[in-house]
């Protein structure tokens, strides 16, 4: 690609905007803690999952792409690491440092047995195994995800984790300081129910769940991508994980003889749905594959 397209080269490099579109988000969260400090609890589960879960989920996907270093560049990898933690802030749960730790695995050994811990366990693929009990696999996947590498791959805590760690749980104590428990809530469910159940977690399953025989990886250029940093661009994104995601549909469009005729996802929704009730796709809808370590440099 590169060598017919070089000037995708130029893609590559930093977003400019990044970190203040990430920003306004979540000083967006941090002024919607204030406003649903007062609600009753049935108002917070509802605007946890129809708006500030929506942002939180938005939030993991912006720190996928500064886990690939866009938001400041790669000659300021700390300036990225650090800017994940404020990213993280109203998620309510320390995530960043962990993505990232695991997150290189899935790019260097995509679909590796014991390396990429996207793919389900064995447990997960025989269990999950009815329309019933895929339903409940998707709403409890924010506990697959935060589980599984621990059991996949466990890998030594870093200081970066226990900074991340310490931060989060810092500013969830000084809104419940300031505001009392209903905000932490609203955050932390907003969190859990987006990443799980929820019409944007369609790409999930839609980025590397073989619905086609030979193809592992699709993308969707649907409406949701507004929202999700073009994280359905997964193609292009795994093509060049270092150009962000703003410019990921530009790839596309320049090197459209080598995506136009791959299939693709046309909706999120119908991703999960296809999920849940087609006897022929479930957590087993993976390739698996043995792949020998890299050597670090």
Not at 113 to 136: A, H, M, N, Q, Y
Not at 151 to 173: C, G, H, W
Request: glycine fraction near 6%; hydrophobic fraction near 45%; include cysteine.
């Amino acid at each position: 690609l590169l060598a017919k397209y070089p000037e995708i080269k130029a893609l590559m490099g930093p977003d400019p905007h990044l970190k203040w579109i990430v920003s306004g988000m979540v000083f967006m969260q941090l002024l919607a803690c204030y406003l649903v400090k007062d609600l009753s609890w049935k108002w917070i589960f509802f605007w946890a999952y129809g708006f500030g879960g929506c942002i939180n989920h938005s939030l993991t996907l912006a720190i996928h792409d500064i886990s690939h270093n866009v938001a400041f560049g790669n000659k300021q990898a700390k300036w990225n690491r650090w800017f994940a933690v404020f990213a993280n802030l109203p998620i309510g749960i320390p995530y960043s440092a962990s993505f990232k730790k695991y997150h290189i695995d899935h790019h260097r050994y995509l679909g590796g047995d014991s390396l990429d811990v996207d793919i389900p366990t064995d447990f997960e693929g025989w269990f999950f195994c009815t329309p019933l009990r895929k339903l409940l696999w998707l709403f409890l996947q924010p506990l697959f995800y935060s589980l599984r590498p621990l059991y996949v791959n466990p890998k030594a805590i870093t200081r970066m984790e226990i900074f991340n760690a310490l931060v989060q749980f810092s500013v969830d104590l000084i809104i419940y300081y300031l505001w009392g428990l209903k905000p932490v809530i609203y955050l932390i469910a907003g969190t859990i129910l987006c990443l799980g159940l929820h019409p944007i977690s369609g790409h999930f399953i839609a980025e590397h769940y073989m619905f086609l025989k030979g193809y592992e990886t699709y993308s969707y250029y649907g409406p949701l991508n507004w929202l999700t940093f073009n994280v359905g661009y997964h193609m292009e994104h795994h093509d060049f994980p270092s150009i962000p995601g703003c410019r990921l549909p530009m790839v596309k469009k320049i090197a459209a003889e080598y995506y136009d005729n791959l299939p693709h996802h046309q909706s999120w929704i119908r991703v999960l749905w296809d999920f849940v009730f087609d006897d022929s796709i479930g957590p087993y809808s993976r390739v698996k594959r043995l792949c020998k370590l890299a050597k670090e440099s």
